[in-house]
């Protein structure tokens, strides 16, 4: 369901023989985490553990010390392409264990690894490597610490200003009562929307033209004597982020639109298989995560709502669970009568869940969890938004770390 923040990440092919070559392959395992409830290790189990650690350990410090710099800068490069939540703990792993390597080169190549790194262990690493015995290490840890504290007070500001609108429409609605609060929030909302689908437009059109450019000097320097390893990785990093530009203006102008749709009778149990069936045929999900459907609800169970807009609320949150599982794991799409007149349309999984602060944030609109070219921090705001709203349901988010995530989608039964 819910990513749980470290960002989130893409293997990308490695260039030829002269490019960086990628972090070793035995690093490149993924960290073991405990189920919850957590189950004690087997001894055996524990020392099998330890016996690969320690061959990791060996495997990578037997490596020349330039080739295990540049399996760094390799991981640079990964974590500067926006990879999954998934790769983003393994490269976490991996530099942790890389801080503390002989030669002072591949530990200055991990501070500066540090301003990338969108997991806790940044802080750990960072504060190992500012008291460095070298000081163009400790230089470069602090100074890698600081670009990050930049990046969080940035992203704490966004945060902030979004809560403050809500606070000044709290202290109108104190003020004046609920119904001078509605229409202000209503006028906002509106003027919103006109600013938001003007920009919007006229950035489409400015990145549609990017794009076309972009495709252009492919072209021409395909054709030309110009070695294509020269190019073609500044080049790819520049149509990926035009790309993702382009799907966050997408993503804004389905955030604001408000489509007039005609609500209609939809039977739960229909609803449900829908939403599987198109999740199914969007993702590939993985062998170890079951996806599955349980409806606990009379036959014949309707809701009147706008039907395609909760299967695009319903299939966004069924993609978001399975992908918020790693390893073996289970997503499930249910429906139950939690009291009389409701059905509760919800989506679980075991995943790593959030905490409170977490669950704020993903539900503030553009501010995403995921740090990868898919996700712009629409899904959720958008999902609540159509429940809400469109279908005059409740939305809420039932979520602890380490033990999964439900989303609640509570809707009046038709005819009651």
């Known amino acids: 369901m819910i990513a749980k923040p470290p960002a989130k990440p893409a293997a990308r092919k490695r260039r030829k023989p002269a490019a960086r070559p990628q972090p070793d392959a035995q690093l490149q395992a993924p960290l073991e985490t405990e189920a919850v409830p957590v189950r004690r290790k087997s001894e055996s189990s524990e020392a099998q553990a330890q016996a690969e650690a320690r061959e990791r350990e060996r495997a990578w410090t037997e490596r020349p010390w330039k080739d295990r710099r540049m399996a760094i800068d390799a991981m640079i490069d990964q974590l500067r392409s926006h990879p999954s939540a998934q790769q983003v703990r393994t490269l976490a792993e991996q530099l942790t264990r890389a801080s503390v390597d002989p030669k002072w080169e591949v530990r200055l190549a991990v501070a500066r690894a540090v301003a990338f790194l969108e997991h806790p262990d940044y802080a750990t690493i960072a504060a190992r490597l500012e008291v460095d015995d070298?000081?163009?290490?400790?230089?470069?840890?602090?100074?890698?610490?600081?670009?990050?504290?930049?990046?969080?007070m940035a992203f704490q500001a966004k945060t902030d200003e979004i809560d403050e609108v809500a606070v000044e429409l709290g202290k109108l609605r104190e003020a004046y009562g609920d119904r001078v609060a509605s229409a202000a929030e209503r006028v906002a909302e509106h003027k919103y929307r006109l600013l938001t689908n003007e920009t919007t437009h006229e950035m489409?059109?400015?990145?549609?033209?990017?794009?076309?450019?972009?495709?252009?000097?492919?072209?021409?320097?395909?054709?030309?004597?110009?070695?294509?390893?020269?190019y073609e990785r500044t080049l790819r990093i520049a149509c990926e982020r035009a790309n993702f530009l382009q799907l966050m203006l997408d993503d804004?102008?389905?955030?604001?639109?408000?489509?007039?749709?005609?609500?209609?009778?939809?039977?739960?149990?229909?609803?449900?298989?829908?939403v599987a069936d198109l999740v199914r045929d969007a993702l590939t999900i993985p062998a170890d995560v079951s996806f599955d459907v349980e409806v606990a609800v009379?036959?014949?169970?309707?809701?009147?709502?706008?039907?395609?807009?909760?299967?695009?609320?319903?299939?966004?949150?069924?993609?978001?669970?399975?992908?918020?599982?790693?390893?073996?794991?289970?997503?499930v799409l249910g429906a139950s009568s939690p009291r009389r007149g409701w059905v509760a349309l919800t989506v679980s999984d075991d995943g790593y869940g959030m905490d409170p602060e977490e669950i704020h944030q993903a539900l503030l609109p553009m501010v995403s969890t995921k740090k990868d070219d898919k996700h712009t921090g629409v899904g959720l705001p958008l999902a609540k938004k159509i429940i809400e709203r469109e279908c005059r349901g409740e939305f809420r988010i039932e979520s602890e770390p380490e033990h999964g995530t439900t989303v609640v989608c509570l809707l009046p039964i038709s005819g009651d």
């Open 204 to 230: 489409r059109t400015v990145v549609a033209s990017l794009l076309d450019a972009l495709a252009k000097l492919d072209a021409s320097l395909g054709a030309s004597p110009t070695p294509k390893q020269t």
């Open 298 to 331: 009379r036959p014949g169970t309707c809701v009147h709502v706008p039907r395609v807009r909760l299967l695009q609320a319903l299939s966004s949150l069924a993609k978001n669970a399975i992908e918020a599982v790693e390893g073996k794991g289970r997503v």
């Open 252 to 274: 804004t102008k389905r955030l604001v639109d408000e489509p007039k749709l005609e609500r209609e009778d939809a039977s739960v149990s229909e609803v449900l298989g829908k």
């Open 134 to 152: 070298n000081s163009y290490v400790a230089k470069a840890a602090r100074a890698a610490a600081a670009r990050r504290r930049e990046l969080d």
